[in-house]
């Protein structure tokens, strides 16, 4: 069968193909995937059927029909994938921002009914057409950085009623655009405000009214946050025990704000990822990815310190050197990182938590497709996959961090389909 698109002349092509087949990079693999020099990329029917270079491409295969995208020497590298937002909301908290540049705490923000009940109360208003078309934009934005599948919690309904409205927010919003959206129940963010003081309560309707009706294919994850304020590790770790039970794969948000010990519990359940981990030691890191087999991503969010204007972030370079491997995201939310640019992400976790180029590029694409289970789908540029592809106007990987803050996205392609927008 000929070609249905062929991106070549690739100056850098950036495969994240030759580590293992098995599980996340970790170690020295998240620095020594495969580059190719002078490559292509060749596809049909939306997937990736031959990477490699320019020398071995088979010219027969490539008809008038074909799709050619002339990449003309610039980086070459798979579609971003953002494992880690809350893409359903209402309304926003700019207001807030403003206030906390004037001095205010965020514990004052909540006592006056600002904070995370705020965005609670909007995204109740909101009706179902308004959380779809917040979604929907919200979406295009990420596309436009090049992110080409995309984690979505919920966790600002906190009742059964809303949680639900936004998990059907998410689903229709990935069917009606074409990045691909996997969503994670995050009901348990905090207790909802009808059971302030009474955070077991609360999870204990979660998991008898909500959790059953889920469907675990439709919505493959349970996050809980475990942190003081939130819920406990003893809590956190019935309520994933009962989703497990269910058939669901389990999250957590831990060791944001403090040492509690959620992850080595959450990594203890066989959770697919930790997430945060500004507070997680390295001996903890080495423990988990021990314990593991080194399966478990630490998913790690460097634009919340930096927004919230806190010094701690995850020692990422120490994790790495234990073993554990590590994803980069930006933990999209309206409350401590209302930013899409995943490219700053990247270069905020190198000059913050210590991880090379090479390093931070495998974080946003193979091992965050590994954070979400979609390692056989995305993630990497190779034969079977799906054919989402990335055009950067850069002409080498080390660049990408180096221009900070800026998109470097050239052309999107999303399941063989070049992006007009």
Known sequence: MPYSLLVRHCGQLLSLAGGPTSQPLAGAAMRQWQVITDGYVACEQGRIVAVGPMAELDEGQVTPETQIVEAQGRVVMPGLVECHTHLVFGGNRAAEFQRKLQGESYLDILASGGGILSTVRATRAASDAQLLDNALHHLAGFRRYGITTLEAKTGYGLDAETELRLLQAARLAGAQQPVRVISTFLGAHVPGPEYGGRPAEYLEMLAAEVLPRLNPEEVPFVDIFCEQGAFSVAESRRYLAQAQTLGFGLKIHAEQLHDLGGCEMAAELGAISVDHCDYLTPAAAARIAALTSGRTVAVLLPLVPLFLRQEQYAPGRAFIDVGLPVAISTDFNPGSCPSKNLWLALSVACLKMGL???????????????????????????PGKRADILVLDVPTAEEIPYWLGENPVRTVIIGGEVQTD
């Open 356 to 382: 090379t180029p090479y390093e931070a590029l495998a974080a946003v694409t193979l091992n965050a497709a590994w954070a979400i289970g979609q390692q056989h789908e995305c993630g990497s540029l190779e």
